[in-house]
T-cell receptor, first 115, second 113 residues
């Protein structure tokens, strides 16, 4: 009964490199959400995806960030040309429907450090 | 603007004492309400949620919360704190018309022996 899986758990990148964060939702879940937790701040919504579709990306920074959830395989959050301000914990959550009262199950997070 | 406010970034209690963590939201339409707990270097675990029905909801680990529409609040309580309750607690809301969670800034619960 695997839960939401994220890898890597820890990722270190130098400024200017690319970061790829992966999220495998719970079995049977087709909705994925990405949240970012910055130091001293709460979690902020970034993007909501369904298989092959971006439903809501209102929380995504306009540049350098992109996300996808292909028909096969995990959801990917991609950060190009990382800067120190991108250092944060990135959490993925999944649900089995898009209705608001359905529980979102969270993964353990990927902690990105930009040096 | 719609928002979620958690009063107190840190709350300290003694083991066995009452735990009260406060959460208020700002919205003209009652949202769906959640409490999550986060242990160090881990993900978030759902404690309880309110969507419809009974306004007093019970969750895991002895926690409960009451939705009070007139006060726009959803405070989390536990009658007797345990050392293992020490963690960060997040109130989260799904506002009407949305499917994504809006989180409060979190409250760190410290439990002393």
């Amino acid at each position: 009964n695997a839960g939401v899986m994220q890898n890597p758990r820890h990722l270190v990148r130098r400024r200017g490199q690319e970061a790829r964060l992966r999220c495998s939702p719970m079995k049977g879940h087709s909705h994925v959400y990405w949240y970012r937790q910055l130091p001293e701040e709460g979690l902020k919504f970034m993007v909501y995806l369904q298989k092959e579709n971006i439903i809501d990306e209102s929380g995504m920074p306009k540049e350098r960030f992109s996300a996808e959830f292909p028909k096969e395989g995990p959801s990917i959050l991609r950060i190009q040309q990382v800067v120190r301000g991108d250092s944060a914990a990135y959490f993925c959550a999944s649900s089995n429907a898009g209705q608001a009262n359905y529980e979102q199950y969270f993964g353990p997070g990927t902690r990105l450090t930009v040096t | 603007a719609q928002s979620v406010t958690q009063l107190g970034s840190h709350v300290s209690v003694s083991e066995g004492a009452l735990v009260l963590l406060r959460c208020n939201y700002s919205s003209s339409v009652p949202p769906y309400l959640f409490w999550y707990v986060q242990y160090p270097n881990q993900g978030l675990q759902l404690l309880l949620k309110y969507t419809t029905g009974a306004t007093l909801v019970k969750g895991i680990n002895g926690f409960e919360a009451e939705f009070k529409k007139s006060e726009t609040s959803f405070h989390l309580t536990k009658p007797s704190a345990h050392m293992s309750d020490a963690a960060e607690y997040f109130c989260a809301v799904i506002f009407s018309g949305y499917s994504t969670l809006t989180f409060g800034k979190g409250t760190m619960l410290l439990v002393s022996p």
